[in-house]
């Protein structure tokens, strides 16, 4: 019972001293999407795919928002710049577009009002979860080819993984204001997946023949694409059952982006009966 009186009294006085500056605000923003999974797990920066997307939120006060979001983004990666002996001999790489829509919950940690002079920037972060689509697809004799398809790791037809999922979203960010109406956002956001094929790699290598009779030459070509290392000895990379990917842990991305957004203000329905009055 104490306890509820506590938070019951935490959440009136927030609501009380967050005042004003309700409203809705849209803009979009501009940025680059970087990877991490098992053919990057050195998080290698090196590959940025560029990344963009709408904003859409809506001001409770002036420390909480409801935010939802589009966003699309370009991540990709390759074997042949890892540290890893084993992984530049597993020779595998991927790229995929992302069209993801996210529903963002977000704490401004200064009071944050536009057109105000004190109050004119605040740090922030958010939390929340996306649904996205993905389609990685891999070079191959001068052709991007879809590898989902190809059943790459021994799946049967019709129990491929989907490429529609979700993830949960997270990140932090700085707002700026430039007038009353216009601010700028700089953003770090990261997804967590709760897919471990964004890359078309997960588990193990399947059995070739099998594969070329159910999927074809092409299946077992981009299964399998392992190259021999001056130095390093035979390890079996290719054959079936040995290691591809690491199932342990999904994959995940992150977006880096600056984005405009326009403040529209709390609009209210006019007091009619006000006006008649005066």
């Not at 795919?49 to 589009?70: E, K, Q, S, V, W």
């Not at 004190?118 to 080819?145: C, I, M, R, S, W």
């Not at 109406?181 to 997960?202: C, G, M, P």
């Not at 403040?263 to 007091?271: K, N």
Request: proline share 3%; aromatic share 14%.
């Amino acid at each position: 019972m104490r306890l509820s009186v506590l938070l019951a009294t935490i959440i009136l006085g927030t609501t009380t001293t967050a005042t004003a500056q309700k409203g809705w605000e849209a803009g979009g923003w501009l940025g680059a999407a970087y990877y991490f999974g098992d053919l990057n797990t050195n998080y290698d920066l090196g590959m940025p795919g560029l990344a963009g997307g709408l904003i859409t939120r809506y001001n409770f006060n002036n420390r909480i928002a409801l935010r939802l979001g589009a966003n699309y983004g370009q991540v990709k990666a390759d074997d042949a710049r890892s540290d890893n002996a084993f992984e530049r001999a597993r020779n595998l790489s991927f790229q995929s577009d992302i069209l993801e829509g996210v529903f963002l919950m977000e704490f401004n940690f200064l009071p944050y009002t536009h057109g105000s002079k004190d109050e004119f920037f605040t740090p922030y972060v958010f939390a929340g979860f996306n649904v996205f689509h993905f389609n990685p697809k891999a070079e191959y004799e001068g052709e991007l080819v879809e590898l989902r398809p190809l059943g790459t790791e021994g799946q049967f037809k019709g129990e491929e993984y989907y490429t529609v999922t979700g993830g949960w979203a997270y990140g932090l960010g700085m707002k700026v204001d430039l007038t009353y109406e216009l601010s700028l956002n700089f953003e770090l956001s990261a997804r967590s997946l709760f897919t471990d094929y964004l890359d078309d790699v997960s588990t193990v290598y399947a059995d070739k023949g099998d594969l070329r009779r159910s999927r074809g030459e092409l299946a077992v070509a981009l299964s399998d694409r392992s190259i021999e290392l001056p130095g390093v000895e035979d390890s079996q990379i290719g054959r079936k059952g040995t290691q591809r990917g690491n199932s342990n842990n999904n994959d995940s991305y992150v977006l880096l982006g600056v984005g405009l957004v326009y403040y529209f203000g709390d609009i209210e329905c006019p007091d009619y009966g006000s006006r008649r009055r005066k």
